[in-house]
């Protein structure tokens, strides 16, 4: 079995961005989401990230959240 495969998940928030492992606390590149697996389990609460998932979701789908900007320097 590959636990790779059973670890890499997309982003909740955008669906665009793919973690390598679960609650890695790693940033999406797209939206700026933090790989946060308590907010995923409770998407009504804040974790990592300033406001709970499902806020999040809400507010990148309005368009009220900017990409952030990556330095890749």
């Known amino acids: 079995m590959n636990d790779n495969a059973e670890t890499k998940h997309l982003c909740p928030v955008c669906g665009k961005y793919e973690f390598e492992e679960r609650d890695s606390f790693d940033m999406c590149t797209v939206c700026g989401w933090f790989d946060d697996d308590l ?7 804040s974790g ?22 990556i330095d890749n320097e």
Request: overall charge positive.
């Open 48 to 69: 990592r990230n300033h406001l709970c998932l499902n806020e999040y979701r809400k507010k990148w789908k309005a368009g009220e959240i900017e990409p952030p900007i």
């Open 39 to 45: 907010q995923l389990v409770k998407p009504n609460l």
